[in-house]
T-cell receptor, first 107, second 117 residues
Framework: AQRVTQPEKLLSVFKGAPVELKCNYS??????LFWYVQYSRQRLQLLLR?????SIKGFTADLNKGETSFHLKKPFAQEEDSAMYYCALKSHRKLIWGLGTSLAVNP | DAGITQSPRYKITETGRQVTLMCHQTWSHSYMFWYRQDLGHGLRLIYYSAAADITDKGEVPDGYVVSRSKTENFPLTLESATRSQTSVYFC????????????????FGPGTRLTVT
């Protein structure tokens, strides 16, 4: 079955600390994975996609097919990173979503 | 340059009433989606549409009806609202770009916060 798992509902870190939001997936085939972010009371927006291998707002995510993971990382968290983060897997023309991780960056 | 809009942004209704949430996009995207967002459940797909007059059920379609007579509009109707349908509803759209040539992305509207009393 195709599935996305985000094991942490809430992650709390201090400003300047490294942060890693975990995402594991189950998919038979070559996966296409995304991280979306939702700041407080705003719409969801794409943060990054694995095929672009880009760094957005200091965040990176590497696809590890062996571990079926796509963890989101940032070396030094900022208060403005506090938001809800969703990992998503493309399946045909739809996205399969994880339940999300709420990141709180404390001053 | 509105992109994707939703109306109303906030709605309070009573149990048993019919409610329609509107979604409009200006990009001529082929695909449109309706999600509900609930604490502990993340985003759940209600219905989606591949083109005008083509709709299909998502993960949680019961109690909802959709239509898509025009590419740009994708209204969601709660035929007889229940308290369990209190939620934040997001509409999204994506283009029909080939997966091999253009990056896939779903673009989201601002959401409608619906309360059923």
């Amino acid at each position: 079955a195709q599935r996305v798992t985000q094991p942490e509902k809430l992650l709390s870190v201090f400003k300047g600390a490294p942060v890693e939001l975990k995402c594991n997936y189950s998919y038979s085939g070559s996966p296409e994975l995304f991280w979306y972010v939702q700041y407080s009371r705003q719409r969801l927006q794409l943060l990054l996609r694995h095929i672009s291998r880009e760094s957005i707002k200091g965040f990176t995510a590497d696809l590890n097919k062996g571990e079926t993971s796509f963890h989101l990382k940032k070396p030094f968290a900022q208060e403005e990173d506090s938001a809800m983060y969703y990992c998503a897997l493309k399946s045909h023309r739809k996205l399969i979503w994880g339940l999300g991780t709420s990141l709180a960056v404390n001053p | 340059d509105a992109g994707i809009t939703q109306s109303p942004r906030y709605k309070i209704t009573e149990t048993g009433r019919q409610v329609t949430l509107m979604c409009h996009q200006t990009w001529s995207h082929s695909y449109m989606f309706w999600y509900r967002q609930d604490l502990g459940h993340g985003l759940r797909l209600i219905y989606y549409s591949a083109a005008a007059d083509i709709t299909d059920k998502g993960e949680v379609p019961d109690g909802y009806v959709v239509s898509r007579s025009k590419t740009e509009n994708f209204p969601l109707t709660l035929e007889s609202a229940t308290r369990s349908q209190t939620s934040v509803y997001f509409c999204a759209s994506s283009s029909l770009a080939s997966a091999d040539t253009a990056p896939y992305e779903q673009y989201f509207g601002p959401g409608t916060r619906l309360t059923v009393t």
